[in-house]
């Protein structure tokens, strides 16, 4: 019988899970994550905020735009300037 733990056992925590889908580019303009949508303060604060701040983030998460869904305007724009 072996001492070693799986390595999946290791990281399960009782705490709530982080919304990274492992897409990790800040949009310039939005200031967030493309992946997660969370900013990237919300993102470094993660492991030490309490379940009550991740879980108020992650209830709002579904609400915000990480990207434009609008174009910038490519060529035409940028001769237009």
Known sequence: MSDTVPSNLVWKRNEIESPCV???VI???TRLCA???RSIDEIGAWSRMSAEARSAIMAE???RQA??????GGRNA???R
């Not at 990207?67 to 910038?72: E, H, S």
């Open 27 to 29: 949009h310039p303009e």
């Open 78 to 80: 940028r001769l237009k």
């Open 67 to 72: 990207a434009p869904t609008t174009r910038r």
């Open 61 to 63: 998460l579904p609400t």
């Open 35 to 37: 992946g997660c949508a």
């Open 22 to 24: 492992q897409i990790c």
